[in-house]
């Protein structure tokens, strides 16, 4: 990882078009602005986990859905 020190107005780039600026500081806290192409998805880390776990859940949830089907007929039939 790299760590950098920025003061509020100072800038650091990723790459050609994705610019990060320090924003406001205050005691815990930063707020930074991202400057980048529309493309570009931008998500917080905490949204991205529950978004991966949603995604998989929906990926999974079909495989549930067919057991749950199967399980029925065959219990219909008995």
């Not at 020190?5 to 406001?24: C, M």
């Not at 815990?28 to 949603?54: C, H, Q, Y």
Request: neutral net charge; glycine residues 4%; aromatic residues 2%.
């Amino acid at each position: 990882m790299l760590v950098i020190t920025r003061k509020i107005g100072e800038e650091l780039r990723v790459g050609e078009n994705i610019r990060i600026t320090v924003v406001e500081t205050a005691k815990d806290r930063v707020k930074i602005g991202i400057d980048a192409p529309p493309d570009v998805r931008i998500i917080r880390s905490e949204l991205f986990d529950t978004e991966k776990f949603n995604i998989q859940a929906a990926v999974h949830k079909p495989a549930a859905d067919l057991i749950s089907i199967i399980k029925n007929q065959q219990d219909a039939n008995q």
